[in-house]
């Protein structure tokens, strides 16, 4: 080979070698670390079988020159994890290159397995990169829950749920009229986007305060934990009768109760104790013609009302807590809408009648209550309520409170308990409500509202 051809390729290696930019050419040194945007990759509790949402990871090259990492998962293909590299799905990945100060990101995914376990269980795994000489790795990290799935259950006789594992309702549960529905304290129902709970017959829901009972939706994960309209409610349809719940939480449905009655009698078609409606896309109870019996009970963060009560019927609330301070949401109504004329009844002779005692009525509207009455035998009793409004007009001696802000301690994180410098503190009526949502026993001075304030040792 001529001289004059081994300088020309030696000329062209160099040109070739200084034109790549240093953040691809590869370094082969030792001691090379890759940084990471977590070291742990946590998700939330996952119902086995189901497919989790997707977590990101994101791997930095604090490096000026590329470098090559192997990347796979500790478990293999047996692995309840997978992750996807550059779009690709796999259990793991060989000499995947990392430019200069370059980022690469990692997707994760999990599906757990049934372990016939009623009590959460730790489900754990690694991601390793090995880069040069160097090991690493990101803990990856989830607690599995084995569950009850229902595609859709009648119910005809006197049936009893189980509080052992919870449900995952994927169509609905349906009462028949003949039915009895038994939901005991401690029990866990997570319902579908379309799913529901339709009652004909009778619902009865016995928490305790120890062991509440939940109906939420099955996104649980992300901004889907306290995302509104995420399924569509509870049902009592015209049938239904004497149904009762007590120390529940109703989250993130359309609307929280639906009640549609016609009846003659002021029997509560639902009483409803010690619980907590929150997070609706419509109202937290819409009932027409209905009778409800309402005690310790706060409902909040509904995008139209949190009660709406129309037409005939007899509803009365005891020491509640109506809230609807909109953080994520336009409103499109007040806290409270009573109307006797709107949605009424054709049919019975049942007068219309609301009672409202010792309970907060409050919001970021000017008016958070609209009661409309025409027929002449309404009757509606108001007494010692704290509420907000700019046209209301309550008759004198009659306890109530207008636009004195409840000082909620926090309610951007759902707590609705009492700061010391509310107005509410001593200011209700004795009743037969003699413990509070928290299960705190009022003294003789209540106040008012779902809670009683309790003075803590900092505070004189």
């Known amino acids: 080979m001529s001289r004059w051809l081994i300088a020309t390729i030696l000329a062209g290696l160099i040109l070739s070698f200084s034109c790549t930019p240093e953040d691809e050419m590869l370094t082969r040194a030792e001691g090379i670390s890759l940084t990471f945007s977590t070291d742990t990759i946590q998700f939330d509790t996952l119902f086995t079988s189901r497919q989790s949402?997707?977590?990101?990871?994101?791997?930095?090259?604090?490096?000026?020159?590329?470098?090559?990492?192997?990347?796979?998962?500790?478990?293999?293909?047996?692995?309840?994890?997978?992750?996807?590299?550059?779009?690709?799905?796999?259990?793991?990945?060989?000499?995947?290159?990392l430019r200069g100060r370059d980022s690469l990101l990692i997707l994760v995914e999990a599906t757990i397995d049934p372990q016939d376990e009623n009590a959460p269980f730790l489900v754990k795994d690694s991601i390793l990169f090995s880069t040069n000489d160097s090991r690493q790795k990101v803990n990856l990290q989830a607690w599995g829950q084995d569950a009850f799935y229902i595609n859709s259950l009648q119910v005809t006789g006197d049936t009893t749920l189980s509080s052992s594992r919870p449900y995952v309702v994927m169509d609905s549960i349906r009462?028949?009229?003949?039915?009895?529905?038994?939901?005991?304290?401690?029990?866990?129902?997570?319902f579908e986007r379309d799913a529901n709970l339709w009652v004909e017959g009778r619902l009865l829901v016995d928490g305790s305060l120890e062991q509440p009972i939940l109906f939420t939706h099955t996104r649980q994960d992300g901004i889907f934990k306290n995302a509104p309209g995420q399924w569509q409610g509870i049902v009592l349809s015209e049938q239904s009768r004497a149904n009762e719940i007590r120390y529940a939480t109703i989250r993130n449905a359309q609307n929280g109760i639906v009640l549609s009655q016609s009846d003659e009698d002021t029997i509560p078609d639902l009483t409803i104790s010690c619980s907590i409606i929150e997070n609706m896309s419509i109202n937290g109870i819409l009932a027409a013609n209905a009778d409800i019996d309402a005690y310790n009970l706060r409902v909040s963060r509904c995008v139209v009302n949190a009660v709406g009560n129309f037409g005939r019927g007899s509803y009365r609330y005891v020491h509640c807590t109506f809230a609807n301070d909109a953080v994520t949401f336009s409103r499109e109504g007040p806290v409270?809408?009573?109307?006797?004329?709107?949605?009424?009844?054709?049919?019975?002779?049942?007068s219309f009648s609301l009672d409202l005692q010792n309970s907060i009525v409050w919001g970021n509207r000017d008016n958070e209550i609209q009661v409309i009455t025409e027929l002449p035998d309404s009757r509606t009793t108001l007494l010692h309520n704290l509420i907000k409004s700019d046209e209301l007009v309550l008759p004198k001696d009659d306890g109530n409170i207008l636009n004195e802000d409840p000082q909620f301690n926090d309610p951007a994180i759902y707590v609705y308990t009492l700061d010391s410098t509310s107005a509410a503190i001593d200011r209700g009526?004795?009743?037969?409500?003699?413990?509070?949502?928290?299960?705190?026993?009022?003294d003789a001075l209540p106040d008012i509202g779902a809670y009683e304030f309790v003075k803590t040792e900092e505070e004189p």
């Not at 028949?176 to 997570?190: C, D, F």
């Open 53 to 97: 949402i997707t977590r990101d990871l994101k791997v930095f090259n604090p490096q000026e020159r590329a470098v090559e990492t192997s990347i796979r998962l500790a478990g293999g293909s047996g692995s309840p994890y997978r992750i996807f590299v550059n779009g690709q799905a796999g259990d793991g990945f060989e000499q995947v290159r």
């Open 175 to 190: 009462v028949q009229e003949s039915g009895v529905l038994r939901i005991p304290a401690g029990a866990r129902l997570y």
């Open 336 to 350: 409270l809408f009573f109307s006797d004329t709107l949605l009424a009844s054709p049919q019975g002779s049942q």
């Open 429 to 442: 009526r004795p009743s037969f409500v003699i413990t509070d949502l928290a299960g705190i026993e009022r």
